[in-house]
């Protein structure tokens, strides 16, 4: 299970790590891709700037949790996003799915994470 986690993990990290470090370097089809978004040329590095931010603090153990969660915020506001302008179902479906992959990673990784999802008491 431990090692289907990192895995996973690496998985995610590595598309994160792709497309922030596309938005910081302002790559043409990162800028195009975000501007058909709705969003300005100039919010293109920031937005990967905030996505760097929480990959590094995904993969750092002592914030790994906060760093999911963030990525779920992230992800959750492009999936927003793409169902805003009509695109298309597996658009709109893909950042859901990282989302997905990244919490499993981290539950796999990470036996707490199950047990906080599983537990009952208020």
Do not use: E
């Not at 895995?7 to 302002?26: G, N, P, Y």
């Not at 996003?81 to 799915?97: K, L, V």
């Not at 990282?98 to 906080?116: E, M, N, Q, T």
Request: net charge positive; aromatic share 10%.
């Amino acid at each position: 299970m431990h090692v289907a986690g990192w895995v996973l993990t690496a998985l995610a990290v590595l598309f994160f790590l792709m497309d922030s470090v596309m938005k910081i370097l302002r790559l043409p089809a990162a800028v195009d891709a975000t501007v058909g978004l709705g969003y300005s040329a100039t919010a293109v590095q920031p937005i990967g700037v905030a996505l760097l931010v929480c990959a590094v603090l995904y993969l750092y153990p002592s914030t790994r949790f906060v760093g999911v969660i963030l990525l779920t915020g992230y992800l959750g506001g492009a999936a927003a996003s793409n169902i805003r302008i009509g695109a298309a179902a597996f658009n709109c479906a893909f950042p859901i799915i990282f989302a997905v992959i990244s919490w499993a990673g981290l539950a796999l990784r990470d036996p707490r994470i199950i047990a906080l999802a599983l537990s009952r008491t208020p």
